[in-house]
């Protein structure tokens, strides 16, 4: 009896998807993405937690410096116009290869320039420290290779994830391969930064190789009113990114000129754990921005309760990630960190419930997207990023390595709720409808 219930039910759930070709695209999408993340999650953890064992806090700490201080020209080469690019293909607004093609070149160009400037700058704050500057040079070389995930656009756009996904997975394979012969060898410090370049090239080769399986139908090519368009739509974002990056990295910078390299390998490992949540809404965010799009192009309250639906969802599934990580952050810290490391359990029981603020911030990117409201993002990543450079110079002299995590929490609350919601009524009425849906009936 049970059995014949099953397959009744299977067999509805597949008529259910078959009379819905794009939930069924959707869902595909991102069933590929999902595992992709995955694999890069379980490969990450295994790999990087060893990596960290073997540098120890200090040395892992001074790579992490060198990321985190890399991240800030990497949002500018990267324009952060993934989403607009999407929109605009989802929706035919305007040539497929010209809109690419530019996007390649202006990618390129701002690569070269944001590696140069970033190694000048670490040149001109550390001139006396020799490694510092030669790590970021060397990580640094990875944003001209990260131009070629424009590539990975156009798969996005066509719900093609899986040609990215194998891209990925044959790169982080081959990355992570090289890091054990290093494990193995006892490489230096430098040799583990030169890592994190050779995967952004081996990712860019097999991105291209799946591209000439799967082409658009026209060349791409680049044009300068193209070019302008872009800048002037996607600059806000850049900016924003900026301060975003600025909000979400600074604590890492200022631990380590504030408290040193030990403090801030151990804040880094905590980072590590609780990250892997975000691996979930990225791939949800990813998949559905297409699908999200042409919902507000064809009925915009259908459009308006799916928001409020993704919401609720990414709450519910970042708190219960925190509870469960937060519960059993010892255990987790001595099992992948080992002793040397035990600090970082304290810094992960309360860090882990900032992904409640990145969960939001990150479904919150659709209705940006497509309400095209870039200053309600702006002048919130700004004044989070103003917010969390005091409070980090604050808190972190006065509670040390944990001023950085009550930082943190702060800062994302302001940037993603507090300020946006104070700017946007239809924002504001979205998470009451969201989480307070009596209260928002009561006022319709």
Not at 63 to 76: E, T
Not at 323 to 339: K, V
Not at 375 to 380: E, Y
Not at 411 to 438: E, H, K, N, S
């Amino acid at each position: 009896m049970n059995s014949w219930k099953i397959r009744y039910t299977l067999s509805i759930l597949q008529e259910w998807l078959t009379n819905r070709p794009t939930l069924h695209k959707t869902i595909g999408n991102t069933g590929w993405l999902l595992f992709d993340r995955v694999l890069r999650m379980v490969i990450g953890i295994t790999v990087g937690t060893w990596v960290a064992k073997y540098l120890g806090p200090s040395q892992f700490g001074e790579l992490s410096y060198v990321i985190s201080f890399i991240a800030f020209f990497q949002v500018i080469a990267d324009l952060q116009a993934d989403g607009i690019i999407v929109r605009d293909i989802a929706q035919e607004r305007g040539n497929v290869a010209v809109i690419l093609g530019t996007t390649l070149w202006l990618r390129i160009i701002l690569g070269i320039i944001a590696w140069l400037c970033a190694t000048l700058l670490a040149f001109l704050l550390h001139p006396s420290d020799t490694q510092l500057i030669l790590l970021t040079f060397i990580v640094g070389g990875s944003m001209i290779f990260q131009s070629a995930e424009t590539i990975d656009i156009w798969f996005q756009s066509q719900s093609k994830s899986k040609m990215t996904v194998l891209a990925k997975s044959v790169a982080y394979l081959f990355s992570n391969s090289i890091k054990i012969i290093l494990l193995l060898t006892e490489a230096p410090l430098s040799a583990f930064a030169a890592v994190i370049c050779l995967e952004c090239a081996a990712f860019s080769l097999s991105l291209v190789t799946a591209y000439r399986r799967h082409p658009t139908s026209v060349q791409w090519t680049a044009h300068m009113s193209q070019a302008k368009k872009i800048l002037a739509q996607c600059w806000p974002f850049t900016l924003s990114g900026v301060m975003i990056t600025a909000y979400i990295r600074i604590d890492q910078i200022m631990l380590k000129e504030i408290l040193g390299e030990r403090e801030l390998g151990l804040f880094a490992a905590a980072l590590t754990i609780s990250n892997v949540w975000t691996v979930i809404p990225t791939t949800l965010v990813t998949s559905l921005a297409p699908f999200v799009a042409r919902t507000m192009h064809q009925d915009i309250q259908l459009y308006k309760d799916l928001l409020v639906k993704i919401f609720r969802l990414f709450a519910g599934i970042a708190l219960l990630g925190a509870l469960l990580t937060s519960a059993l952050s010892p255990w987790i810290i001595r099992l992948l960190f080992g002793p040397q490391f035990h600090g970082a359990a304290a810094i992960l029981t309360i860090y882990v419930f900032v992904n409640i603020f990145i969960f939001q911030g990150i479904a919150q990117t659709l209705w940006v997207i497509n309400n095209n409201v870039r200053s309600v993002t702006l002048v919130g990543t700004t004044a989070a990023a103003i917010l969390g450079i005091i409070s980090n110079a604050i808190l972190i002299r006065t509670c040390g390595v944990m001023g950085a995590v009550y930082s943190i929490m702060l800062t994302q609350g302001t940037a993603v709720v507090i300020l946006p919601c104070l700017l946007r009524q239809d924002l504001r009425q979205l998470y009451r409808r969201a989480f307070f849906p009596l209260k928002a009936n009561n006022q319709l």
